[in-house]
Nanobody
């Protein structure tokens, strides 16, 4: 089994920054893909960014140039640096892990509990 624990959410003013962390524990595949989804109230869960074991990254158009995903394979941890935050970034952010590898990151089988990010205008 895999456990994911997110941290770093909170309340920030528009234009501010936050850094999310997600630590994975358990049986972690060396080729696992990890990433972040977010879900705003009344909306579906959407992909924000993901990163492969070889550090290939992909971002949603809405966050390109503002968010940066990174990974520390030795710690089985990923990070999401969020800069220039906007009120529309307000959501619960979920960390996910797909142990099967590959390039894509769609509906991973393992999820964290989520962390709330609120951006005030």
């Amino acid at each position: 089994q895999v456990q994911l624990v997110e941290s770093g959410g909170g309340l920030v003013q528009a234009g501010g920054s936050l850094r999310l962390s997600c630590a994975a524990s358990g049986r972690i595949s060396s080729i696992a893909v990890m990433g972040w989804y977010r879900q705003a109230p009344g909306k579906q869960r959407d992909l924000v960014a993901h990163i492969t074991s070889r550090l290939y990254t992909n971002y949603a158009d809405s966050v390109k140039g503002r968010f940066t995903i990174s990974r520390d394979n030795a710690k089985n941890t990923i990070y999401l640096q969020m800069n220039s935050l906007k009120p529309e970034d307000t959501a619960v952010y979920y960390c996910g892990l797909d142990p099967s590898g590959g390039t894509y990151f769609i509906d991973p089988p393992y999820w964290g509990q989520g962390t709330q990010v609120t951006v005030s205008s």
